[in-house]
């Protein structure tokens, strides 16, 4: 394993298709935990530094004025634990409910988990991705039946002219525009 290494939280992008929805609540509740407790937990970033888990801690970061992140190298084989040996039983135990708390003042976002979920689906035979989800079979099933039918994109204008989309991505929080 590589040796962790600092990045600045600005170096991170938001996942753009994140179905979680991070409500004021909910984001509030994570800026007053790290605000008060520090970090505790990792996020999860993928090979381009794109966050795949912990959108809404990133965001949170931001708020309380973090601004570093240490990344550490992983092969998936090894479980990585945040150790914070300066809280005391009362801050552990109060950090737990704290962070399970804003885990729940999040909710999802449908159209977005359909989409994925649609697009997943077709691969799910062979690499079992779904089930590792959380979601049952009958939620998933449920999901699935009402996602929209993908439309295929325009290939151009009236006149054949291909069509070209020109997308912009913020660089702190990663929302992207055409």
Same mark, same amino acid.
């Given at each position: 394993?590589? @040796?962790? %290494?600092?990045?600045?939280?600005?170096?991170?992008?938001?996942?753009?298709?994140?179905?979680?929805?991070?409500?004021?609540?909910?984001?509030?509740?994570?800026?007053?935990?790290?605000?008060?407790?520090?970090?505790?937990?990792?996020?999860?970033?993928?090979?381009?530094?794109?966050?795949?888990? &912990?959108?809404?801690?990133?965001?949170?970061?931001?708020?309380? #004025?973090?601004?570093?992140?240490?990344?550490?190298?992983?092969? #998936?084989?090894?479980?990585?634990?945040?150790?914070?040996?300066?809280?005391?039983? @009362?801050?552990?135990?109060?950090?737990?409910?704290?962070?399970?708390? @804003?885990?729940? !003042?999040?909710?999802?976002? %449908?159209?977005?988990? =359909? &989409?994925?979920?649609?697009?997943?689906?077709?691969?799910?035979?062979? !690499?079992?991705?779904?089930?590792?989800?959380?979601?049952?079979?009958?939620? !998933?099933? @449920?999901? !699935?039946?009402?996602?929209?039918?993908? =439309?295929?994109?325009?290939?151009?204008?009236?006149?054949?002219?291909?069509?070209?989309?020109?997308? %912009?991505? /913020?660089?702190? /929080? #990663?929302?992207?525009?055409?």
């Amino acid at each position: 394993m590589k @040796a962790p %290494k600092t990045l600045r939280l600005d170096e991170l992008t938001q996942d753009p298709r994140n179905a979680r929805i991070h409500t004021v609540p909910n984001l509030e509740a994570i800026a007053k935990s790290l605000k008060r407790f520090g970090a505790g937990r990792s996020i999860v970033l993928d090979s381009e530094g794109v966050v795949r888990a &912990g959108n809404g801690t990133l965001q949170a970061a931001r708020q309380a #004025g973090f601004e570093k992140v240490m990344v550490v190298e992983a092969d #998936g084989k090894t479980l990585i634990a945040v150790r914070r040996p300066d809280w005391s039983s @009362a801050e552990a135990t109060a950090y737990a409910i704290a962070d399970n708390r @804003a885990s729940e !003042l999040g909710s999802w976002d %449908k159209e977005v988990l =359909q &989409g994925i979920f649609a697009e997943l689906a077709p691969q799910d035979e062979e !690499l079992r991705l779904l089930d590792a989800t959380g979601f049952s079979e009958q939620e !998933l099933a @449920a999901i !699935l039946a009402t996602a929209p039918e993908a =439309q295929p994109e325009p290939d151009g204008d009236e006149n054949g002219v291909p069509a070209t989309t020109f997308v %912009k991505s /913020c660089p702190k /929080c #990663g929302h992207q525009w055409e």
